[in-house]
């Protein structure tokens, strides 16, 4: 009964952290979506980069949904929901204005995403994080840039001419660089960017979604391996142990059994059982035929493999 | 019991999160162009039909019985009021205004400028009629005098009436075009060198504009914040560096086509 109490509170923690972890999402995610303006009242960053985030998103999930799984109940449903979220406004956040460089941006970032594992919903892998902050900092510099009234990337001096003391000449000395404007970033027209207070606030909300999503994907394989053990605890208990000792809980995802509805998971696991047991009584029947001259006398690895098999040997 | 309280927690923290979820996909839209304050309602002008008097038909309405024009003023008023209207061959704006039909005149706008409303409505009718029909395009040769003359002439006009424009159910957008066409004259005297720009025109007038909008700072003018809400592309260009008084030009250009600088040529 204490074990089933464990069981049962073990699940429950690892849903209240789903639960818990879908908030930090959505509570980062709000964070992403404002900015200050110079009166330090509240505007919304529009809805242009949320879409094309939400794009990348679903992009990224029909893209691993030959390998990934469905969710198998409510509250997995959600973290799967709220994962799509948090990608989208992590996307969304990061993105430049507009030109080429946004193309190129969302196809790097569909195919990070796209790179998730079987656990239903998207996740951040320490690549794609990597590539994100650098996003970030690159719009910081923007919204830095546009916060002066300076709505290109950079000036590029001409040289020689810019060092020439002719006043003609100040058009051909400086090339603007990536020019964008104050409509695409969407900074209030009429009294700019409170620039402190507003990366202040986006570095909080892509701080609590990028760790509100790795922390969800953590949570979702521990459900998924709740799961898996509630299956496997159905049968008799010395049965169920030996099924666990067949198939250690550390190989449950490698093993693909994450996401399989209640059906396959049963017949995956009886194939398993089934493969193990015969592979087992396979190796057991050679030991026993197995020589003790045939074990060999190499000295060094071939010397460690022979004790190994001597000692399996003498437990049957 | 306990596993029952943890339900409800679940199911709390759950419901948190959608609510969070919806908020943050809402805040996104705070602010955006579409969901800003409207304009104040404003009251009915005292005279009807301002823009009229900006347009090539304002000779059609004011005459010398203009009943806006104070009392002490109505002298050089039934003098002078004709004069823009009357002028032909396109004179040069610097020569004309050394004249003394055009010395009385200018006193003439400067007096009903320093006005009220209604009066500093009709020496803009006056001023625009000046544009219209004196030259003022610079040349090679003529440099950018006229341009100049004439941009100092908007530039007292729109110092005295754009701070409390915004909301004035007169002044309102004869306010806006003004200053629109103030940048379309400026604009020339800018460009008029040779090679690159007036550096000492554009200064001025960075100054000048931002004195009015205080477009580049934490927060607009109300008169800035009337430029950005109806004419929100050229407010964008103020925000430029350079090049900041194109967008304002080109709405000039777009409303009067014949204040051109070579009377309508």
Redesign the interface.
């Known amino acids: 009964m204490s074990d089933e109490l464990h069981t049962?509170?073990r699940g429950?923690s690892n849903?209240?952290e789903l639960?818990?972890s879908?908030?930090m999402?959505?509570?980062g995610?709000?964070l992403?979506?404002?900015q200050l303006?110079?009166?330090r009242?509240?505007?919304?960053?529009?809805?242009a980069g949320?879409a094309m985030g939400l794009f990348v998103a679903l992009l990224a999930t029909a893209l691993v949904s030959r390998r990934a799984t469905l969710p198998r109940d409510a509250?997995s449903w959600?973290g799967a929901l709220?994962s799509l979220?948090g990608v989208a406004?992590l996307v969304g956040g990061v993105l430049v204005p507009s030109g080429p460089w946004l193309f190129v941006e969302l196809a790097l970032l569909t195919w990070f995403f796209a790179r998730a594992r079987s656990a239903p919903g998207l996740f951040v892998t320490p690549q794609a994080v990597l590539a994100l902050a650098a996003m970030l900092y690159f719009r910081l510099w923007l919204t830095y840039q546009a916060s002066l009234?300076?709505?290109q990337v950079g000036m590029l001096e001409v040289p020689v001419l810019s060092k020439l003391p002719f006043?003609?000449?100040?058009?051909f000395t400086h090339i603007p660089i990536g020019s964008f404007?104050?409509?695409e970033l969407?900074i209030?027209?009429?009294?700019?960017l409170?620039f402190a207070a507003t990366i202040a606030i986006w570095a909080l909300g892509f701080t609590q979604v990028v760790v509100g999503l790795t922390w969800r994907a953590r949570a979702a394989r521990e459900h998924e391996d709740d799961r898996i053990h509630a299956t496997i605890r159905r049968l008799p208990a010395e049965v169920a142990r030996l099924v666990e000792g067949l198939i250690p809980e550390s190989e449950w995802e490698s093993l693909e059994l994450h996401g399989l509805a209640h059906r396959k998971l049963e017949k995956r696991i009886e194939q398993l059982v089934r493969e193990r047991v015969g592979r087992a009584h396979d190796v057991e029947q050679r030991l026993r035929t197995l020589a003790r001259g045939e074990l060999g006398n190499t000295p060094g690895f071939g010397a460690d493999i022979a004790g190994a098999l001597e000692s399996g040997k003498e437990k049957t | 019991m306990v596993?029952n309280g943890?339900?409800w927690?679940?199911r709390m923290?759950?419901v948190?999160?959608?609510c969070?979820?919806v908020?943050?996909?809402l805040?996104?839209?705070?602010?955006?162009r579409g969901g800003e304050r409207s304009p104040p309602e404003l009251a009915t002008p005292t005279i009807p039909e301002p823009m009229q008097l900006l347009s090539r038909s304002a000779e059609t309405r004011i005459d010398a019985r203009w009943l806006w024009i104070e009392p002490e003023r109505r002298d050089r008023w039934e003098r002078c009021f004709r004069r823009p209207f009357e002028i032909r061959d396109c004179p040069r704006f610097a020569d004309w205004l050394a004249t003394p039909a055009g010395a009385e005149t200018a006193l003439l706008i400067g007096e009903l400028t320093r006005g009220k409303a209604e009066e500093a409505l009709t020496s803009l009718a006056l001023i625009f009629e000046l544009a219209r029909r004196t030259e003022w395009k610079v040349g090679v040769l003529d440099g950018a005098a006229d341009a100049t003359e004439l941009a100092r002439l908007l530039e007292t006009w729109l110092s005295t009436w754009a701070p409390t424009s915004a909301r004035d159910p007169l002044l309102a957008e004869p306010t806006r075009v003004a200053f629109a066409l103030w940048a379309r004259i400026t604009v020339a005297t800018v460009d008029a060198?040779?090679?690159?720009?007036d550096?000492a025109a554009a200064s001025h007038a960075r100054v000048f504009a931002d004195s009015l909008t205080r477009?580049?700072?934490?927060?607009?003018t109300d008169f800035?914040?009337a430029v950005?809400e109806h004419s929100?592309r050229a407010?964008?260009h103020l925000?430029?560096?350079s090049d900041f008084l194109v967008g304002l030009a080109e709405d000039a250009a777009r409303l009067y086509p014949e204040i051109d600088g070579g009377c309508g040529s």
Do not use: K, M
Request: net charge negative; aromatic share 12%; glycine share 12%.
């Open positions: 049962v509170t429950r849903e209240l639960a818990l879908s908030a999402i959505a509570a995610g709000l992403l979506g404002v303006d110079g009166l009242r509240v505007h919304g960053t529009g809805y949320f509250i959600w709220v979220f406004v009234g300076e709505f006043e003609f000449l100040t058009p404007t104050a409509d969407a209030p027209a009429t009294e700019g409170d | 596993l943890a339900r927690i679940l923290w759950v948190f999160g959608a969070l979820l908020v943050a996909v805040v996104r839209g705070i602010g955006l060198p040779f090679f690159g720009t550096e477009a580049r700072a934490a927060a607009a800035g914040r950005a929100p407010f964008a925000l430029q560096e």
